[in-house]
């Protein structure tokens, strides 16, 4: 079965200054990673996904991940941040048939001025 | 959050009691999914219905029963309600294997 890591349940940075957010995941076969970002009271609105192709993917907001198959990995990063990315990220993978999404925990995001 | 229209927003029970949440899309999609989303862990499965007339449990579907009632709507029922079901609930659809999930805005439930 596959499985998310986000190593960090909150990371605080300040506004225009870049930010990493780290999901790790655990499969043996093919891959399909999301990242996902939820707003206080709002329900998970997709920021980008790799499928196949390109091991950088860019989404939404200026958001930008990129696959490592080697390191397992599939960082979500953002070269300057605004006070408005404060939100929670979910990493995501699909496992089984391709019909389960499996999240990891959760970054909170809080952006200080 | 367009395509997918969760009912109620909020919801407030009694140890015991019983409800009904509900689900509905106007996307189209063949397949339908519940998640509760608590602090610290994540979005975990309830149940899921690949499509019209089938579903099937996720990682946590004890205490709740399902009815994927037609296409659009998929609703989510707690027959007796537990403290322990206090959380807020997800419905999302997806058009396909591999493809992103949609979300509602949630609902919102505490039993008390």
């Known amino acids: 079965a596959q499985s998310v890591t986000q190593l960090d349940s909150q990371v605080p940075v300040f506004e225009e200054a870049p930010v990493e957010l780290r999901c790790n995941y655990s499969s043996s076969v093919s891959v399909y990673l999301f990242w996902y970002v939820q707003y206080p009271n709002q329900g998970l609105q997709l920021l980008l996904k790799?499928?196949?192709?390109?091991?950088l993917v860019k989404g939404i907001n200026g958001f930008e991940a990129e696959f490592n198959k080697s390191q397992t990995s599939f960082h979500l990063r953002k070269p300057s941040v605004h006070i408005s990315d404060t939100a929670e990220y979910f990493c995501?993978?699909?496992?089984?048939?391709?019909?389960?999404?499996?999240f990891g925990t959760g970054t909170q995001l809080k952006v200080e001025l | 959050n367009a395509g997918v229209t969760q009912t109620p927003k909020f919801q407030v029970l009694k140890t015991g009691q019983s409800m009904t949440l509900q689900c509905a899309q106007d996307?189209?999609?063949?397949?339908m999914y519940w998640y509760r989303q608590d602090p610290g862990m994540g979005l975990r499965l309830i149940y899921y219905s690949a499509s019209e007339g089938t579903t099937d449990k996720g990682e946590v579907p004890n205490g709740y029963n399902v009815s994927r009632l037609n296409k659009r709507e998929f609703s989510l029922r707690l027959e007796s309600a537990a403290p322990s079901q206090t959380s807020v609930y997800f419905c999302a659809i997806t058009g396909g294997y591999w493809q992103p999930q949609h979300f509602g805005d949630g609902t919102r439930l505490s039993i008390l």
């Open positions: 995501a993978v699909y496992t089984g048939g391709g019909n389960k999404l499996t």
């Open positions: 790799y499928l196949s192709g390109s091991t």
């Open positions: 996307m189209n999609h063949n397949s």
